[in-house]
C-alpha cells in the first residue's frame, strides 16, 4: 500500500492528497468489501487516500503540544491504516466513524512517548488528564476570567485534586536534550553554556601524583617514630574518628597533658622529616 508521504510543507503535502476524490457511501462499501474478502491491496490504498485530508484535520487538534505538525500526521496515516485493516462494512457505519479512534489513538500514543523521557502517563485517567486538562483549565478561565484551582479543573474532570497537580507539574516539566541547538547557526548546544567548576585533567593527575607522594613519605616518617607517638598520630590526626587527648592518656597510663606534649613532639618530628607538610596536618588525613 502506497500512501503519499508528509515531506516538504504541509500545504504541498495538502495538494498531493486533495487530489484524491471524497469516496461516496457506496463506492466506499464496494472497495471494503472487497478489502475484506480478497485482501485486494488496491482497494485498501483507495481507501487510506480518500480519508488522509480527515487525519491532517484530526492532527491539527493536537498541535499545541510542541511536536511538528507533519509527525502528527504521519502517526494519524499509520492509525488510518490501521483502520482500514480492521473495518468491517457490514456494521453499516462510514469508515472515517470507525477510524476517527484509531488515528486519535496513534497520534495520542506519539504525543505521550515524545513528550519526556519519563513516562507521561500509564493508565486511563492519566491519559485522559494529559490530553484534557489544558481544555479543561482554558474553558474554566473563560467562564470565570480567573485561573481555575486545581480542585476546580478536578471537578470538571471527574478526578481528585491531587491527581490534577501532579499531572500539570509533569506537563510543565519536559526533558531538555543537551544536544539541541541554542544559536541559529547550529554550533551552539546547550551543553556548551555548562559550567564546571572541577579540575582539568591534567590537573588532577598531577595533585594525585603529588598526594600519592607525600602518602609514601609520611608512610615512611612514622615508621621512625616510637610506638607511642605513631599510635597517637594515627588514632589522633589521621582517624576518621580520632580518639580523645584522655582516651590516649587513658591508653598509655599518662595525664591528658602529657598526651598532648607527645602529640605535639610526634608532629614537630613529622614537620622536621617532611618539610613541604609544615603546620599542614591535612595531609596527614588524605
Given at each position: 500500500?502506497?500512501?503519499?508521504?508528509?515531506?516538504?510543507?504541509?500545504?504541498?503535502?495538502m495538494s498531493?492528497?486533495?487530489?484524491?476524490?471524497?469516496?461516496?457511501?457506496?463506492?466506499?462499501f464496494?472497495?471494503?468489501?472487497?478489502?475484506?474478502?480478497?485482501?485486494?491491496?488496491?482497494?485498501?490504498?483507495?481507501?487510506?487516500?480518500?480519508?488522509?485530508?480527515?487525519?491532517?484535520?484530526?492532527?491539527?487538534?493536537?498541535?499545541?503540544?510542541?511536536?511538528?505538525?507533519?509527525?502528527?500526521?504521519?502517526?494519524?496515516?499509520?492509525?488510518?491504516?490501521?483502520?482500514?485493516?480492521?473495518?468491517?462494512?457490514?456494521?453499516g457505519?462510514?469508515?472515517i466513524?470507525?477510524?476517527?479512534?484509531?488515528?486519535?489513538?496513534?497520534?495520542?500514543?506519539?504525543?505521550?512517548?515524545?513528550?519526556?523521557?519519563?513516562?507521561?502517563?500509564?493508565?486511563?485517567?492519566q491519559?485522559?488528564?494529559f490530553?484534557?486538562?489544558?481544555?479543561a483549565?482554558?474553558?474554566?478561565?473563560?467562564?470565570?476570567?480567573?485561573?481555575?484551582?486545581?480542585?476546580e479543573?478536578?471537578?470538571?474532570?471527574?478526578?481528585?485534586?491531587?491527581?490534577?497537580?501532579?499531572?500539570?507539574?509533569?506537563?510543565s516539566?519536559?526533558?531538555?536534550?543537551?544536544d539541541?541547538?541554542?544559536?541559529?547557526?547550529?554550533?551552539?548546544?546547550?551543553?556548551?553554556?555548562l559550567?564546571?567548576?572541577?579540575?582539568d585533567?591534567?590537573?588532577?593527575?598531577?595533585?594525585?601524583?603529588?598526594?600519592?607522594?607525600?602518602?609514601?613519605?609520611?608512610?615512611?616518617?612514622l615508621?621512625?617514630?616510637?610506638?607511642?607517638?605513631?599510635?597517637?598520630?594515627?588514632?589522633?590526626?589521621?582517624?576518621?574518628n580520632?580518639?580523645?587527648?584522655?582516651?590516649?592518656?587513658?591508653?598509655?597510663?599518662?595525664?591528658?597533658?602529657?598526651?598532648?606534649?607527645?602529640?605535639?613532639?610526634?608532629?614537630?618530628?613529622?614537620?622536621?622529616?617532611?618539610?613541604?607538610?609544615?603546620?599542614?596536618?591535612?595531609?596527614?588525613?588524605?
Amino acid at each position: 500500500m502506497e500512501v503519499p508521504a508528509v515531506t516538504g510543507t504541509l500545504d504541498l503535502y495538502m495538494s498531493e492528497i486533495n487530489r484524491f476524490p471524497i469516496l461516496t457511501a457506496d463506492e466506499e462499501f464496494r472497495l471494503a468489501v472487497r478489502l475484506k474478502k480478497y485482501n485486494d491491496m488496491e482497494a485498501a490504498e483507495k481507501l487510506v487516500v480518500s480519508n488522509l485530508r480527515f487525519v491532517v484535520k484530526i492532527a491539527h487538534e493536537y498541535r499545541n503540544y510542541g511536536l511538528k505538525l507533519a509527525d502528527l500526521v504521519q502517526e494519524g496515516n499509520i492509525g488510518l491504516m490501521h483502520a482500514v485493516k480492521k473495518f468491517d462494512p457490514y456494521k453499516g457505519y462510514r469508515l472515517i466513524s470507525y477510524a476517527v479512534w484509531w488515528i486519535r489513538a496513534y497520534i495520542q500514543n506519539y504525543i505521550i512517548k515524545s513528550w519526556s523521557l519519563v513516562k507521561i502517563g500509564t493508565t486511563q485517567t492519566q491519559r485522559k488528564l494529559f490530553f484534557k486538562l489544558a481544555q479543561a483549565r482554558k474553558m474554566l478561565q473563560n467562564l470565570s476570567e480567573k485561573r481555575p484551582e486545581f480542585k476546580e479543573i478536578a471537578e470538571t474532570l471527574g478526578v481528585r485534586p491531587e491527581q490534577i497537580e501532579e499531572m500539570d507539574l509533569r506537563m510543565s516539566s519536559r526533558d531538555l536534550s543537551l544536544d539541541a541547538q541554542v544559536t541559529e547557526d547550529g554550533e551552539s548546544t546547550h551543553m556548551d553554556y555548562l559550567m564546571y567548576d572541577g579540575a582539568d585533567q591534567e590537573t588532577t593527575l598531577i595533585k594525585k601524583e603529588e598526594m600519592a607522594l607525600v602518602q609514601h613519605n609520611i608512610a615512611g616518617a612514622l615508621a621512625k617514630l616510637s610506638e607511642k607517638e605513631s599510635f597517637i598520630i594515627r588514632n589522633r590526626v589521621m582517624a576518621d574518628n580520632p580518639l580523645t587527648l584522655q582516651e590516649i592518656g587513658d591508653r598509655y597510663h599518662v595525664t591528658r597533658e602529657r598526651a598532648r606534649q607527645i602529640e605535639k613532639q610526634a608532629l614537630r618530628k613529622l614537620a622536621l622529616a617532611i618539610p613541604y607538610l609544615g603546620k599542614d596536618t591535612k595531609l596527614l588525613e588524605a
